[in-house]
């Protein structure tokens, strides 16, 4: 797993090994990225929700973005995404928050420009996250949110959230949602 763009261009990152880990391959990553290129810019704030090694975040940060909220509930995976966010000289740009997502959804007021769902398949978060943001405006008005799903699992029709663009990668589905 690397940077593929940007300031960090072929950065390795530290992986996490199990079996509840699924980092986004670079394959997905490249077309999630020529996807949202139009949203990175140096003003843009990203939420990384379910963090994993933050290479999500890192790359929209080595692309430009102006912060980066990474929230994941293991300590593992806080601790990998710290070592990354070192390695590629993002501590600055970034916060790093051991949370559940819901939890930390709930809590904040603070708005978005690129919001990465990517949390564990089947579980119903990506609904329960996606009408949390709707309910509180989290994403701004000429925001993204960026779901990543496995074919099993639908994307949600979520009241406030259209869907901009929907893209099938393999077994994994990329969708695009918007404010309605």
Known sequence: MRVISGKNRGQKLIEIEGQDIRPTTDRVKEAIFSMILPFIDEEA???DLFGGTGALAIEALSRGAYH???VDQHRTSCDVIAKNLEATHNESLA???TSDAISFL???NDTFSIIFLDPPYN?????ASLSIVAKKHLLKNDGIIVVERDHTEAAPDVSGL???KEKKYGR???TLYQND
């Not at 579980?123 to 609904?127: A, E, T």
């Open 162 to 164: 259209a869907v901009l």
């Open 172 to 174: 994994t589905y990329i």
């Open 106 to 108: 709930n809590k904040t």
């Open 68 to 70: 980066a909220v990474l």
């Open 123 to 127: 579980k119903g978060f990506i609904r």
């Open 45 to 47: 704030t990203v939420l």
């Open 95 to 97: 916060s790093l928050i």
